[in-house]
């Protein structure tokens, strides 16, 4: 729940993105995260949900609007876990403190615990490809967890993994969220991950992005899975997938056009 | 021919039948090995074969210079001193050139290909002559080099640095650039430098495309180094201009032996390249795999 007085950890006024080739991705979004939140955003694809945060943590710069972050350290996961095949799951893990000239000790002592805490322990010295798509991931959450951020960014973090695994590391991020004590911002296009994670769901429209719906989640945690078949669950959820809905049936204002792709991954 | 080829066979199938049957267990180190280099024997023998076939039925007698039988190759050419001497001094001269052309082209080819990785307009400026060397007849301006530089040692290292620096070039640039751009995002998300960058994530992502370059070229290096050679004509005698030597004197089976040596030369060299291959980077990546028996 959002702590009164305190300065947002992450705050969007009117922040708007044109991109070169003249996309629109986000018009006028406006966006407040306190500290301790896990606020979730959804959107239909398309809608810049990824660009917010690419513009929260520094890659990508705003054409209007201001943004402020109140947050040293910041975590960032991607889709994709990138992890470095090269790499072993323990330099994997201390890459981000390597990046960040860390002792080596130190770098040694974070990873060991980040390692423990995603329970990945018997897995060291095991290459990425060895792993299954959801130790992976856990890789990943482990080399951001090093940093002790603050703040931590999820780009759709479990959206290629399938739907046990996806619950299971829902949980476990949950866990880390008790325990960590982190602000969350998690972007999915799941509408039942998005209420089951978060203290709060932002609904956004599709292209250009804005904030069309702010829904509290009033669940208590820690959040036991079988949350996911409650009647109030189901309920909050209907709500937001509605105004997701709703969204999609209003007719767009302008003409449509081809719409580049906005993010083209290179392999 | 027919019964050496055909006789390991039923013991095999023999053996292999009940095996499979029961629950297909792990082939034992002699299978594998069999399969792997089985194979390649055969055909190894089916050549020898057919050699022979040419030799002696093909040819009569007065025209059997044109190909002469193995064993009067290896009698004449492998266990006479005098001649055995001969081709390895030559097969040495022209691995020296080749080793030593093939480490220039790594050297700078890897070298270009990051300063081209760095910036755009560098890749724009260099990348049309890096494929220059491909289309420029390059054995053809061998004259052209021997004016300037001599017939030396230099000029034909010259040659087959220009022979092969071209997959060094585009398969480490490929390599480089191969680097997805969440990978790219993470490492500018943490402030690293270009070295960092470079160090840490292009270069070693990079290295299965560079050793993917590094075989073709190692190739390309032995090929420069005979064929340049046999187009210097002067000098000490490398490979090639011996092959082209015992051609004009008719001593076929020492042609024979010359073009045997050069072409173990180039499957040693592609060997050892597949064998680094999977030292360096078998560990993490697939492409390690395709270096044949």
Redesign the interface.
């Known amino acids: 729940m959002p702590e009164a007085g305190l300065m947002p950890a992450l705050a969007f006024t009117r922040v708007s993105k044109r991109f070169g080739d003249g996309t629109v991705a986000l018009a006028s979004v406006d966006l407040t995260v306190a500290p301790g939140e896990f606020v979730s955003v959804v959107g239909p694809s398309g809608c810049g949900k990824s660009t917010l945060l690419?513009i929260a943590?520094?890659?990508e710069t705003a054409t209007a609007g201001e943004v402020q972050v109140a947050a040293d350290k910041?975590g960032?996961v991607?889709q994709?876990p990138?992890l470095?095949?090269?790499r072993t799951v323990q330099a994997n893990v201390e890459?981000?403190a390597?990046?960040?000239g860390l002792p080596k000790q130190e770098r040694r002592r974070r990873a060991d615990e980040a390692i423990r805490l995603v329970g990945l322990g018997e897995f060291t010295a095991h290459?990425?490809?060895a792993l299954s798509g959801g130790m992976r991931m856990r890789v990943s959450l482990a080399r951001s967890l090093t940093l002790q951020p603050q703040l931590f960014l999820f780009d759709e973090p479990f959206g290629a993994l399938d739907e046990i695994t996806r619950e299971r590391l829902n949980d476990e991020l949950l866990q880390l969220f008790l325990t960590q004590r982190f602000t969350a911002v998690f972007v999915t296009h799941s509408v039942t991950e998005a209420v089951f994670m978060s203290t709060r769901v932002v609904v956004m429209s599709g292209r250009p992005g804005r904030v069309v719906g702010d829904f509290s989640v009033p669940f208590d945690y820690p959040r036991a899975p079988r949350l996911r078949f409650e009647e109030e669950f189901a309920h909050l959820a209907g709500e937001v997938s509605a105004c997701l809905r709703g969204e999609r049936q209003r007719p767009s204002k302008p003409p449509p056009q081809p719409q580049p792709v906005e993010?083209?991954?290179?392999? | 021919m027919s019964m050496d080829m055909g006789t390991p066979m039923p013991g095999d199938a023999a053996m292999a039948g009940p095996a499979q049957a029961a629950a297909r267990p792990r082939p034992s180190r002699r299978e594998r090995w069999l399969s792997v280099w089985g194979p390649p024997f055969l055909v190894f023998l089916a050549m020898l074969g057919l050699w022979y076939f040419v030799s002696y039925v093909l040819l009569d007698v007065d025209r059997r210079f044109l190909l002469p039988p193995p064993h009067d190759v290896v009698k004449i050419s492998f266990l006479d001193r005098y001649n055995l001497a001969e081709l390895l001094d030559g097969l040495w001269l022209s691995t020296r050139v080749a080793f030593l052309g093939f480490a220039i082209a790594i050297v700078l080819g890897v070298a270009l290909a990051i300063a081209m990785s760095q910036a755009r307009w560098i890749e724009r400026s260099l990348y049309p002559y890096a494929v220059l060397t491909q289309t420029i007849p390059i054995l053809a301006m061998v004259p052209l080099f021997g004016l300037w530089i001599g017939y030396s040692f230099n000029s034909r290292t010259l040659v087959v640095v220009l022979f092969c620096i071209f997959p060094v070039v585009a398969n480490t640039l490929f390599g480089l650039q191969s680097v997805q751009r969440e990978h790219h995002d993470l490492f500018t998300l943490h402030g690293a430098s270009r070295l960092t960058r470079l160090w840490k994530l292009q270069f070693p992502a990079a290295l299965p495309a560079v050793f993917t370059g590094l075989r073709i070229a190692a190739g390309l290096a032995v090929i420069g180094a005979i064929v340049g050679d046999t187009f210097f004509k002067q000098g000490a005698p490398g490979i090639g201009i011996l092959i082209d030597r015992y051609q004009s004197r008719l001593q076929s089976e020492q042609m024979v032996a010359a073009i045997i040596l050069s072409s173990l030369l180039g499957i040693v060299v592609f060997w050892f390249f597949g064998f680094l291959t999977q030292r360096v980077v078998g560990s993490w990546h697939e492409s390690a795999g395709d270096r044949g028996p």
Do not use: A, K, N, Q
């Not at chain 1, 993010?263 to 392999?267: A, D, E, F, S, W």
């Open positions: 690419r943590s520094g890659l910041l960032y991607f994709d990138t470095l095949p090269w890459l981000l390597e990046l960040d290459r990425p490809r993010r083209i991954v290179r392999r």
